[in-house]
């Protein structure tokens, strides 16, 4: 067997993988946790609903991009190749390692929650936090060497399972009738400079929940009909995800005043314990341990396909291309997962979650500028999917992208600063690589 066509990518996945992949990618703990922050930063029923809803349409409109983008460079690690199609090597060296790093993070991160939210339900397990977290990584890392398919049917039960239990905590909510709905009071301050500045870090935290909603394009080189599949999975798994959020909401303001949920940090709780009893706080457990779980097995699929279209590239190691017989890139699963072993042994890596917003407007924005830019320059490339509504959709998501990338910077200068530096160290580093 020649060694391109060993370390090719098997064609294995599909249209119900791609949905349960956004579904698993997306829906995490944050939906559970953000409601009380942003009732506390915005204060008004109808602001926030607005707010969630605005972060669903930004969201909607890079699925519509997206769709066009990766049934027209079907290839593994997602917005990398089409940035680096379009604006050249450096763009796609940049956009690809920020984009690794924003997904190789994740699984670290989660393996470390989950356990804290084990020893909640078993507290005598409280000396083993850190053993039961690499215990985790160490059975997912086996789990994905098995095979491609192996994840696949492990992404689809947990993603559907998740989806099971967030409606059925949103009709208990609703069922609810122990206290009155909370009275809707206008609020006239909306244009004042505080409530601005809540909105713009209250949108950081809702992009943050929605980060993942474009997990399928980074599987499109394995997927059997990308063409069809791929636009038809972002439609679906976006609208389902805005709506769970949206309703989410909607049923805790139902149980809960928004004075009571600003002052809360674990929004779900509060509400299920006073719909549940003291077990409530038990249940919110399980639901976020199962949420966690699908959405573990989602990232810890994301990075080594993103890492395996660099180093095929040239922007890492040539090992990093190696594929297994089930189809895993076995280096760069490996190397992904002892980055994520590093944090969970360091452990206090809470602060590059902020950057993760961040840096997926820029990638996102620079994904929507490079849609324009090929329809331009390269008319005749073969585009199974047209955005609709071109070239008006991409301008303003473009547009939403620059707004909300300098209310970001209005709002979290020193993320910012942080992201600058790295991007000027990274230039003499790529010319290193493009040399070699």
Same mark, same amino acid.
């Given at each position: ?185 206008? @609020? ?6 505080? =409530? $601005?500045?809540?909105? *713009?870090? &209250? %949108?950081? #935290? +809702? ?117 297994? @017989? ?6 760069? =699963? $490996?190397?992904?997962? *002892?980055? &994520? %072993?590093? #944090? +969970? ?92």
């Amino acid at each position: 067997m020649s060694d391109s066509t060993q370390n090719q990518l098997k064609k294995t996945l599909g249209l119900s993988f791609n949905i349960a992949v956004l579904i698993g990618g997306t829906i995490g703990v944050g939906i559970l946790r953000t409601p009380g922050t942003i009732a506390e930063m915005l204060n008004n029923y109808w602001l926030i609903l607005a707010s969630w809803l605005f972060g669903g349409l930004y969201v909607l409109l890079g699925a519509n991009s997206y769709s066009e983008l990766a049934t027209m460079l079907p290839k593994a690690g997602g917005s990398y190749n089409y940035i680096k199609r379009a604006l050249g090597d450096y763009a796609g060296f940049l956009s690809g390692w920020y984009d690794y790093i924003v997904n190789a993070i994740p699984p670290a991160f989660y393996c470390i929650v989950i356990s804290e939210y084990t020893i909640i339900l078993f507290p005598e397990l409280a000396n083993y936090s850190t053993v039961m977290s690499i215990s985790l990584l160490v059975a997912f890392v086996l789990l994905h060497l098995s095979g491609v398919k192996n994840g696949s049917v492990i992404q689809q039960i947990t993603s559907l399972l998740k989806v099971i239990c967030f409606v059925a905590l949103v009709i208990a909510c609703f069922m609810y009738t122990g206290v009155e709905v909370p009275k809707i009071e206008t @609020n006239n301050s909306i244009f004042q400079i505080g =409530l $601005l500045f809540g909105f *713009f870090k &209250s %949108l950081q #935290l +809702i992009i943050g929940t929605y980060n993942g909603w474009n997990a399928v394009c980074f599987f499109a080189e394995e997927n059997d009909n990308p063409s069809k599949n791929i636009p038809k999975s972002l439609y679906s798994g976006v609208l389902l995800v805005v709506a769970i959020y949206i309703l989410v909401n909607a049923a805790f303001f139902h149980v809960l005043p928004i004075e009571t949920l600003a002052k809360s940090n674990l929004a779900a709780a509060d509400v299920a314990k006073i719909i549940f009893g003291d077990s409530g706080a038990k249940i919110v457990t399980v639901i976020s341990i199962f949420s966690l779980i699908s959405i573990l097995n989602a990232f810890m699929m994301i990075p080594p396909r993103i890492l395996y279209g660099l180093s095929r590239d040239g922007f890492f190691i040539k090992q990093g291309t190696q594929v297994n @017989n089930g189809g895993t890139p076995i280096v760069a =699963l $490996l190397v992904s997962s *002892f980055f &994520s %072993l590093f #944090l +969970i042994c360091i452990g206090s890596f809470e602060v590059l979650f902020s950057f993760a917003a961040f840096i997926s407007i820029i990638v996102w924005g620079l994904a929507y500028y490079s849609l324009l830019k090929l329809r331009t320059t390269e008319p005749h490339l073969p585009r199974p999917y047209r955005s609709f509504w071109y070239p008006w959709s991409t301008i303003i998501a473009i547009i939403f992208s620059i707004a909300i990338l300098a209310g970001f910077i209005y709002s979290d200068p020193k993320s910012f600063a942080i992201i600058v530096a790295i991007t000027i160290v990274s230039y003499p580093l790529f010319w290193v690589l493009k040399k070699k």
